[in-house]
């Protein structure tokens, strides 16, 4: 077996019998300024657009609500929003604060007892008073929800009632599961000011599907359970 002495990577499989490492082509091989450039040229996004453009578009086609869904959103959005300004707030608990318990941990006891006072910080920020302020709350887990209302009860704070909440730990999530994950994600993509948990996926979906400048997010430091 001949020895390959060049950094493990994609570019050396030709010359390679065997690779060890992360071979994940990393972001600036994707987000590069030429890209960008041919991205323009062939009319995906104007010439005045970026990446976040890109995304925006690439997000809303690959989730694809159906018209009924649409309308449900629009509905839903109709109903809970009643106020000019919406702090949508994601928290992604995971492990076994999460309604679906899984070995991966985003928060855990400690870290929920945080958030209230994130939420008021991010709140505050806004310079809206809190009369004139909503709280959409999209979570995992109903612990969470039951304790930030508790804590955050001076604030109006809203979430969506329809569909199961679901994920897809050990089994495949059921569609009433998923209709209920992209109502909350354009909802949250709806807000005027976010607050995601920071590694999660999903608010770094809500977050380009939006038009908010800047989101906040909660720190996570993930960890798995044993024995899970």
């Known amino acids: 077996?001949?020895?390959?002495?060049?950094?493990?990577?994609?570019?050396?499989?030709?010359?390679?019998?065997?690779?060890?490492?992360?071979?994940?082509?990393?972001?600036?091989?994707?987000?590069?300024?030429?890209?960008?450039?041919v991205l323009r040229s062939i009319g995906i996004i104007g010439e005045n657009e970026g990446w976040r453009s890109y995304e925006r578009r690439m997000f809303r086609l690959l989730t694809n609500p159906s018209s009924d869904l649409i309308d449900t959103i629009v509905r839903t959005k109709e109903s809970l929003f009643r106020t000019p300004t919406v702090l949508g707030v994601q928290v992604r608990c995971a492990g076994l604060l999460s309604d679906d318990q899984e070995s991966a941990v985003k928060l855990d006891e400690a870290d929920l007892r945080r958030v209230p006072n994130q939420v008021k910080q991010v709140a505050y920020s806004t310079g809206v008073h809190r009369r004139q302020l909503t709280v959409f709350l999209s979570t995992?887990?109903?612990?969470?929800?039951?304790?930030?209302?508790?804590?955050?009860?001076?604030?109006?704070?809203?979430?969506?009632?329809?569909?199961?909440?679901?994920?897809?730990?050990?089994?495949?999530?059921?569609?009433?599961?998923?209709?209920?994950?992209l109502l909350d994600l354009y909802?949250?993509?709806?807000?005027?000011?976010?607050?995601?948990?920071?590694?999660?996926?999903?608010?770094?979906?809500?977050?380009?599907?939006?038009?908010?400048?800047?989101?906040?997010f909660i720190p996570v430091t993930k960890r798995h359970l044993m024995n899970m």
Do not use: C, W
């Not at 570019?11 to 890209?35: E, K, M, Q, V, W």
């Not at 109903?142 to 304790?147: G, L």
């Not at 930030?148 to 109006?156: Q, T, V």
């Open 1 to 37: 077996m001949r020895k390959n002495k060049s950094k493990p990577s994609v570019f050396n499989i030709p010359r390679s019998n065997t690779i060890h490492g992360d071979n994940r082509l990393g972001l600036a091989f994707f987000y590069s300024r030429r890209n960008l450039r």
């Open 140 to 181: 995992d887990s109903d612990v969470a929800e039951e304790r930030l209302r508790r804590s955050l009860k001076m604030y109006h704070i809203v979430s969506v009632r329809d569909y199961k909440r679901g994920h897809t730990t050990r089994h495949k999530v059921s569609d009433e599961s998923i209709q209920r994950a």
């Open 187 to 216: 909802l949250l993509a709806q807000s005027q000011t976010l607050l995601v948990t920071g590694t999660s996926g999903y608010g770094t979906v809500a977050y380009s599907l939006s038009d908010v400048r800047k989101f906040n």
